[in-house]
């Protein structure tokens, strides 16, 4: 039997602590926890196993990416690539991508309200618009909540870059395992100088002893969203699985496909995550807030993002895994048609792209368009962009095709919160 003890919240996170630093617990202490949340095994009616999230933080500008103008006032110096798919023409130095048209669904016809760089990508990020009082799970967390397997020995959501984004009201364990530096060693993921694995045991069988008292002031489901969290820590630090992070073991012949850099790695990082079984992958590439020197700062972007993703592409499909992974590229919004004096464009939320590609995409098309200057409305104001698509649709349609529980009321503050918008449209034509 074991003895009473009196545990205040900093004996708690203490104890937490010294089970590893792996664990992190202050992100336990979120408002949001996920709350009467079905525990029942449900199956999905979805082949799409495993989603790859390639973001563009800055807002890519689709003048010199993807919905060109050659030879307009507003477009840029660049040729553009005619492919087999018509309207598919992205810009010349996407010349290992243009390959893989046949693969791919480009979206000219993004558009949203949203132009400052937070709000926008929190809205491309989650389907919602900030809310003060409420917080929104990114896509990679609704996919790990959705489709992962919360006993498997890797995180259900890895983020490669970048900042991280809490899961809000789906739990503090659906929220990204973030690396910093893809390919390098990752801090305290082995244990602590001087701790074994016996140690470790009994430092575990301490906090559990303490989650006891605990529990009784701070609520039962807290502390089970903590203790998933833990078990889920001790478990990645003891895996043999750890070594899917690392690309010590890839052949020379795939790392040279997928090229150098950091963005190369992080997808070659990702294709090896799942492979392995993890639902969602975040690679960021960041950069693209091109206010000025645009032409020559994506012209460079361009080269760090073209041989990876085109790799992606054809090594999933070699491995017989494109059909079950879902790829999308997108940022938090577009450029301004207008170009500024010194070669940049700004913000502008009322018309981007977004490619599809892989599980579930009817390929080989382009949905929407733009007016012959790259603009979304005339000079009376009037909507002139061809089919166009909301973040919320695009997040309806993700859903839709992924088969998650969209009528399903979750519980966030005492409110009801559902993972897509129920005013939302799904796009069937992305994948009918």
């Known amino acids: 039997?074991?003895?009473?003890?009196?545990?205040?919240?900093?004996?708690?996170?203490?104890?937490?602590?010294?089970?590893?630093?792996?664990?992190?617990?202050?992100?336990?202490?979120?408002?949001?926890?996920?709350?009467?949340?079905?525990?029942?095994?449900?199956?999905?009616?979805?082949?799409?196993?495993?989603?790859?999230?390639?973001?563009?933080?800055?807002?890519?500008?689709?003048?010199?990416?993807?919905?060109?103008?050659?030879?307009?006032?507003?477009?840029?110096?660049?040729?553009?690539?005619?492919?087999?798919?018509?309207?598919?023409?992205?810009?010349?130095?996407?010349?290992?991508?243009?390959?893989?048209?046949?693969?791919?669904?480009?979206?000219?016809?993004?558009?949203?309200?949203?132009?400052?760089?937070?709000?926008?990508?929190?809205?491309?990020?989650?389907?919602?618009?900030?809310?003060?009082?409420?917080?929104?799970?990114?896509?990679?967390?609704?996919?790990?909540?959705?489709?992962?397997?919360?006993?498997f020995e890797l995180p259900n959501f890895v983020k490669l870059r970048g900042s991280p984004f809490p899961a809000g009201y789906l739990g503090v364990e659906n929220n990204p395992f973030v690396i910093s530096r893809p390919g390098a060693k990752i801090e305290n993921l082995d244990y602590a100088k001087g701790v074994d694995k016996d140690r470790m045991d009994r430092r575990m069988k301490l906090v559990k002893e303490m989650e006891k008292d605990f529990a009784k002031e701070h609520g039962d489901e807290a502390v089970e969203a903590h203790k998933a969290m833990y078990e889920k820590a001790r478990a990645l630090m003891d895996s043999p699985l750890r070594k899917k992070f690392y690309l010590d073991d890839e052949p020379d012949e795939i790392r040279k496909e997928y090229g150098e850099g950091t963005f190369a790695d992080s997808l070659l990082i990702a294709r090896r995550l799942v492979e392995t079984g993890v639902p969602a992958v975040e690679c960021v590439l960041g950069g693209w807030d091109t206010h000025d020197d645009g032409f020559n700062r994506v012209k460079g972007l361009i080269g760090q993002l073209d041989k990876p993703w085109a790799a992606l592409i054809n090594d999933l499909k070699r491995r017989g895994l494109y059909d079950s992974t879902l790829v999308i590229w997108m940022g938090e919004f577009g450029r301004t048609p207008k170009l500024t004096?010194?070669?940049?464009?700004?913000?502008?939320?009322?018309?981007?792209?977004?490619?599809?590609?892989?599980?579930?995409?009817?390929?080989?098309?382009?949905?929407?368009?733009?007016?012959?200057?790259?603009?979304?409305?005339?000079?009376?104001?009037?909507?002139?962009?061809?089919?166009?698509?909301?973040?919320?649709?695009?997040?309806k349609t993700l859903g839709t095709m992924m088969d998650w529980e969209m009528t399903k009321e979750f519980e966030a503050g005492n409110r009801p919160v559902w993972l897509t918008d129920k005013n939302a449209n799904a796009v069937e034509k992305i994948y009918k």
């Open 1 to 151: 039997m074991s003895t009473p003890i009196s545990v205040t919240r900093r004996d708690f996170l203490r104890a937490s602590a010294a089970a590893g630093g792996v664990i992190a617990t202050s992100s336990f202490f979120a408002n949001n926890i996920i709350r009467g949340e079905d525990k029942t095994t449900r199956v999905r009616n979805s082949k799409i196993k495993s989603v790859i999230l390639l973001f563009m933080e800055g807002g890519p500008s689709q003048m010199e990416t993807f919905d060109l103008k050659p030879g307009k006032e507003t477009g840029a110096p660049y040729k553009q690539i005619e492919t087999e798919v018509p309207g598919f023409a992205p810009a010349e130095h996407f010349e290992n991508l243009a390959k893989c048209a046949k693969d791919l669904l480009l979206i000219k016809s993004m558009s949203s309200r949203e132009g400052n760089h937070s709000r926008a990508s929190y809205l491309l990020r989650t389907g919602y618009i900030p809310n003060p009082t409420l917080k929104h799970p990114s896509l990679g967390s609704i996919v790990a909540q959705q489709m992962g397997d919360p006993n």
């Open 341 to 395: 004096g010194t070669d940049g464009r700004g913000h502008w939320p009322g018309n981007f792209c977004t490619v599809l590609g892989g599980g579930g995409v009817k390929a080989g098309q382009v949905i929407g368009e733009t007016d012959e200057l790259g603009y979304n409305k005339d000079s009376k104001g009037k909507s002139t962009l061809v089919d166009p698509v909301s973040p919320a649709d695009l997040y």
